[in-house]
């Protein structure tokens, strides 16, 4: 059973950074990040497949980057130049394999972490 446990979030003001976590993703699933604000569906923002290849959405392209370290089976989530629409619940999420264009669909994942709270003020 793999369970994931994100860590990182809090309040920012526009224009800072922060620095998400998801402890407990084995190397050899490909790792996701996604996020939902309030009264709007659960989007997708980057993946990464063990190999280490990534997507983004275009949203986030080019102000966030995830990164994995296989020793901790841990994923991260840098955020920088942080914009009030990025505020958010972040879920961190799992499956087995590897994705291409597929990515963004919540179904390609199979485990996913409770979420942490992002909340950037203007």
């Known amino acids: 059973q793999v369970q994931l446990v994100e860590s990182g979030g809090g309040s920012v003001q526009a224009g800072g950074s922060l620095r998400l976590s998801c402890a407990y993703t084995?190397?050899?699933?490909?790792r996701g990040w996604f996020r939902q604000a309030p009264g709007k569906e659960r989007e997708a923002v980057a993946h990464?497949?063990?190999?280490?290849?990534?997507s983004y959405s275009v949203s986030v392209k080019g102000r966030f980057t995830i990164s994995q370290d296989n020793t901790k089976n841990t994923v991260y989530l840098q955020m920088n130049s942080l914009r009030p629409e990025d505020t958010a619940m972040y879920y961190c999420?799992?499956?087995?394999?590897?994705?291409?264009?597929?990515?963004?669909?919540?179904?390609?994942?199979?485990?996913w972490g409770q979420g942490t709270q992002v909340t950037v003020s203007s």
């Open positions: 999420a799992a499956g087995y394999g590897y994705l291409g264009s597929s990515w963004s669909r919540e179904s390609e994942y199979s485990y």
């Open positions: 084995p190397s050899n699933y490909v």
């Open positions: 990464i497949n063990p190999a280490g290849t990534t």
